[in-house]
């Protein structure tokens, strides 16, 4: 039996190894997995705040809002599409473009 041992040894050490490597695999292709959903999420919310940024300009500007740089420049930078959002609301109302803020 003792003969065994360092065998014994030797295939847990080998078996061991290979479950790490394993895990450490599993787990590089999971967080790629997670990276890319993320990334597309971002994307896809990107994409909507774009969207949204344009038609809150081309609702002021077919209303004949006039919209000074600095609001322009205010809505462009804007990424929260829930503000965005009510800055659309509002779009289609307000008499000057800086009351979309307050």
Sequence with gaps: MAERQPEAR??????????????RAEGRAEGRAEGRAE?????????????????????????GVEVPAK???EIVACADLERLDGWLGAAVTVERAEELFG
Aim: charged share 35%; hydrophobic share 45%.
């Design 10 to 23: 030797e295939f847990l050490s080998e078996y061991t190894r290979a479950k790490i490597a394993e895990s």
């Design 39 to 63: 990334g597309r999420a971002e994307g896809r919310a990107e994409g909507r705040a774009e969207a949204l940024v344009g038609v809150v300009l081309r609702v002021l500007e077919a209303r």
């Design 71 to 73: 609001v322009r420049a």
